[in-house]
């Protein structure tokens, strides 16, 4: 069974481990899949908010799969976009957007501000000096009810304005 995958261009299927699942003379009993799938989501999903923990640099889902990938080659760019969903939606990771770039991801629940560098994209945190409401900060309009603050900022990130002024 090795006929040509029509979908090899994309990386996520370069282990072809899930379109394998149709071959009649599968080795492994039908009942153990569940409770491996399960058991392989939550390693997954461990490994993915260990890489977004290991750097905060606030990398893409595409730039996670790959820093997943070298420990655990069968994972899946689906995957890795399920699990970042997840961790996200259990309030364990922001979801950084800007523009129309893809989201980036922060593991930093500290409230903070993000600096956009508009020359290498990176994306760094800027902390607070102190925990201030958001109505001492900004003439917030009468009514208005705040739920989630989400400052940016755009500008150079330190390395780049340190070869800007050279
Ligand atoms: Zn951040
Ligand atoms: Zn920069």
Redesign the pocket.
Known sequence: MSLPNPATDSPASTTGTSLASHAPHATQPMESHPLKKGLRQTEQRKAVFEALMSN?D?PSAVDVFIRVKNRMPTISLATVYNCLETLTDNGLV?A?NHEREPSRF?A?LQE?A?LFCSQCAS?T?IPLHTHTPPEQIWKLPTGITITQQEVSFRGLCAKCASTQGA
């Open positions: 905060a606030h922001r950084v922060c930093n903070h993000h994306v945190d």
